[in-house]
């Protein structure tokens, strides 16, 4: 499809176990966001990629957080030794351009996962 | 820092009537961009409309339109001739023209629309 596609749609984990979210961004676009929304909240930044670069990660909450993008498109997030609140939805969204200049973030459906 | 408030929790409304959204917003920059997104149950967030802080018409998206009001710094969202679909979280969000224009959200104002 043309839009912003993530897997898995849910996720259960045992507290304790590693898990890693998909993210396939629209083809050619440069930006790439994750958030985190917590339930009844809006969406927060979790860290940004500019092509491979990963930016600015100033809103992963703790080390056990961790997201890459090696070839520019595809986004790997990867919580390790999960606990009861990173239960969330996690959101991923991408744009054509860079800073400076408007540009839409298109969103994808989000992964929720719970944490047992 | 940015913040963005957003204070009615719910709002309903009835099929065909308009509805405001209210939003406002604190920053310390002059350029900002302000936007508003719907996410319905399924949960991808949809953009509805966008308004920069140095538009000087408001911003229109068929029937939706933005009511920016600089001086007191809202940005709210209007719906008109509301259909049974817009009910949906509805989120306003300002994008930080300081960073790499990431996005910081509201907490939503949950609209539901009745036959």
């Known amino acids: 499809g043309a839009g912003v596609s993530q897997s898995p749609r849910y996720k259960v984990a045992k507290r304790g176990q590693d898990v890693a979210l998909r993210c396939d961004p629209i083809?050619?676009?440069?930006?790439l966001f994750w958030y985190q929304q917590a339930l009844g909240q809006g969406p927060e930044f979790l860290t940004y990629f500019q092509n491979e670069a990963q930016l600015d990660k100033s809103g992963l909450p703790s080390d056990r957080f961790f997201a890459e993008r090696p070839e520019g498109s595809v986004s790997t997030l990867k919580i390790q030794r999960t606990q009861q609140e990173d239960s969330a939805v996690y959101l991923c969204?991408?744009?054509?351009?860079?800073?400076?200049?408007?540009?839409?973030?298109?969103f994808g459906p989000g992964t929720r996962l719970t944490v047992l | 820092a940015q913040k963005i408030t957003q204070t009615q929790p719910g709002m309903f409304v009835q099929e065909k009537e308009a509805v405001t959204l209210d939003c406002t917003y604190d920053?310390?920059?002059?350029?900002?961009?302000l936007f508003w997104y719907k996410q319905p149950s399924s949960g991808e967030m949809i953009f509805l409309i966008y308004q920069g802080s140095y538009d000087e018409q408001n911003a229109t998206e068929g029937r939706y339109s933005l009511n920016f009001q600089k001086a007191r710094k809202s940005a709210n969202l209007v719906i008109s001739a509301s259909q049974l679909g817009d009910s949906a979280m509805y989120f306003c969000?300002?994008?930080?023209?300081?960073?790499?224009?990431?996005?910081?959200f509201g907490k939503g104002t949950m609209l539901l629309v009745s036959p």
């Open positions: 969000a300002m994008r930080d023209p300081s960073g790499y224009s990431t996005l910081t």
């Open positions: 920053t310390s920059d002059q350029s900002y961009g």
């Open positions: 969204a991408s744009s054509l351009g860079t800073l400076e200049s408007y540009n839409e973030q298109f």
């Open positions: 083809s050619g676009h440069v930006s």
